[in-house]
Each structure stands twice: as C-alpha cells, then as structure tokens.
C-alpha cells in the first residue's frame, strides 16, 4: 500500500488526517460528508477502503456503520509520516 499516492486524493488526505488528529472519533458516513463536503457515496466508498486497508476500523451497527482510527502503532507512524508529505 503506497498511502502517499493514496493520500494524494483529497477525500482520503481529508478523512485519514481527522481520524489521525481526532483518534478516539467514530463516525459515519453521513457524518464524515458532513465535515468533508464530500458526497454520502463518495465518503462511504473511501471509507469501506480505509477500512480494507485497515486505516480505519469499521463498527457495524444495526442499519449503519461507524468508523475509527486503526489503533496499530507501526501503522499509526507510516500514516503520520505520509500525512506530513502532504499526501
């Protein structure tokens, strides 16, 4: 996984780098469009592959599902590192 070619689109830079600044944040699709201005479908697209790639964890709930921060400190220092190339 190449997460500064990943981070290179706005919508993935946007969600990985307020889950990284805001680690202990669940959220979900509707509410990641809300703060991203991106659309529900856009937002929930990047978010289930933050989630394959294990960036994010998902929470299924019900008829939803909620997303966090990966709690995987080798993982957590790749990111931090691709955040700081500014993707």
């Not at 805001?22 to 979900?28: E, F, L, M, V």
């Not at 479908?41 to 019900?62: P, W």
């Amino acid at each position: 996984m190449d997460l500064t070619k990943l981070l290179k689109d706005q919508i993935y830079f946007k969600i990985v780098n307020f889950f990284h600044e805001n680690p202990a944040s669940i959220d979900t699709p509707r509410g990641v469009a809300a703060w991203t201005g991106e659309t529900k479908n856009d937002s929930k697209r990047a978010l289930s592959k933050l989630a394959h790639l294990k960036i994010l964890t998902a929470h299924r709930v019900s008829s939803t599902t909620a997303y966090s921060f990966t709690r995987d400190s080798k993982l957590i220092k790749k990111i931090k590192a691709a955040l700081k190339k500014g993707g």
